[in-house]
């Protein structure tokens, strides 16, 4: 008597069959991985710019109404480059010197920070030039009162390529990061 051709497994596979699966599985893979772990790694970011940019806000309002006559506080970008493994924001922006950020008193919910953060303020006749989408709407009043924005640039993928750059604006009355890119 002859043996079969296909011998099948104990539980009625063949091997040809089991190795598409495995075919099928690792194409899979590799398609969903990649696309998880840039989600995950970006993710991270968010609890810092959502912090930073509430906190930033808060100690604006406060500076207006205590001691700028209605005016806000311009921040100079601190640090001064994205670190991706993260940076002691209370030593390199606050406790310098004359630091406008120690004026301000900022305070992070966590001293490492990834991101670089810039105010920008003005008052009318001034109007903000932020990028899109945090821009100012194009309307013939444009914005009242004193104004400020805020960018942050994070390099997410930790590669120095293209940064993803956020904004809050003041104008918006709303403490969400607005995506300018999302970087690389």
Request: hydrophobic share 35%; net charge negative; glycine share 8%.
């Amino acid at each position: 008597m002859r043996e079969p051709i296909e011998r099948r497994g104990e539980h009625g596979f063949t091997l040809v069959e089991l190795g598409i699966v495995i075919a099928i599985l690792g194409v899979l893979a590799a398609l969903v991985i990649p696309n998880w772990a840039r989600t995950a790694r970006n993710r991270k970011y968010d609890p810092e710019l959502s912090a930073m940019f509430t906190e930033i806000s808060t100690r604006e309002e406060q500076y207006k109404q205590e001691q700028g006559n209605g005016a806000y506080l311009d921040e100079a970008q601190c640090p001064a480059a994205p670190i991706p493994a993260g940076s002691d924001f209370n030593i390199n922006c606050v406790n310098p010197a004359g630091s406008t950020w120690a004026t301000l008193r900022v305070v992070p919910t966590d001293s490492t920070i990834r991101c670089t953060y810039q105010v920008t303020t003005g008052v009318p006749p001034a109007q903000p030039s932020a990028p899109a989408p945090c821009a100012a709407s194009s309307g013939s009043n444009g914005v009242t009162g004193s104004w400020y924005y805020v960018i942050a640039t994070c390099d997410m993928d930790a590669s120095g390529g293209v940064n993803a750059t956020f904004c809050m604006s003041s104008w918006n009355n709303d403490t969400t990061a607005q995506r300018l890119n999302y970087g690389s």
